[in-house]
């Protein structure tokens, strides 16, 4: 629920900024009013959270009042409830074939898997940059030209979108591939399971402002 | 501001819903409290536009409780405020030279102008395309593979992120050029001044939710 606070309520809080502790009769005196037309106020200053009320002590303030509405609102979606599925070859795959698969699945970014274990990823900027390069599509595999692991940002099911969306900026990505950590041998491997890009976030973004 | 409603305060808006317009006598009986605990509760959700108050009538539940907290913070920003420069080169660049432009400028879209004015976008897809098919990216221009006017969304300065993310999200694409819209001769043309992207959103995103 959002209130907007009326010009009196700011001038309160200014008030027990600046003289807290402070008696709601000594706030009244400083507005000109009577302490009942300040009670409605004060119950709202203080339910919200911005002031605090010590009996025989006085109002503090709390410095509540920069609650982030837009973090509360977003928190409540995890990276399960916005993924998409992922787009995924194996590691001997020739460029020629996962490059078709990029225009078939209308992608920007593939996941690369050696015995059904994230190993890489591969974007049109890597296949890019090989064809300017002249090599031979046709024979070479994606696992010559791919981000190869452990260089790999990722992320769980679990987590936040905001923690998906910080990982995005931060390491420069389009996309973090969506992994369930498993154990082999005593190895730690990443199943890849969904995919959460900045496409993702853009829509979430709109939906939220929608709803 | 923003209060966690008790569980008092959503009993009252039940109430109220189930039988408006109703007295404060009424709602305090159903509850089994005197007026006087109600009294603060009321204030609070009066004052937050929940519930309409009138004289000698009683309660009124106004259905203000939904208001979009996320779209009220989002809508503050403008395109203008989180715009970048944009990369532009002219229509009759080869395609070779707009490739080596994107991976100096590491954009993944290139506006394409000719006159000064936005004639048309090409990106990495595009590119992708053409280097697959075989086409000599030394000889051909990139006026021949670019999407052209006026089939481009298009934003401009003073519109919302919120109405650029939408369009994004509508067009499906990854950014959108950011233009003035001049007159020439009685023909209407774009000056392109910014690029807004989904990475653009993507950070507003992280940084809204910092903040």
Known sequence: MVIELTKRQK???EIVKNNEPISSEKIAEKLGVIRATLRPDLSILT???ILDARPKVGYFYSGKS??????QEAEKYLVEDVMKMPVVVTEDSTIYDAIVTLFLEDTGTIYVVANNYLSG???RKDFLKTLMGGGDMNKMPVGMIMTRMPNLATV???????EAANRIVENE???LPVVEVMEENGKERLKVIGKVSKSNITELFVNLCKK
């Open 66 to 71: 920069d609650i982030n509405v837009f973090s």
């Open 11 to 13: 001038k309160i809080i």
């Open 47 to 49: 339910m919200s959270g």
């Open 156 to 162: 769980t099911k679990n987590e936040t979108i905001i």
């Open 121 to 123: 990823v591969v974007s």
């Open 173 to 175: 990505v389009d996309s």
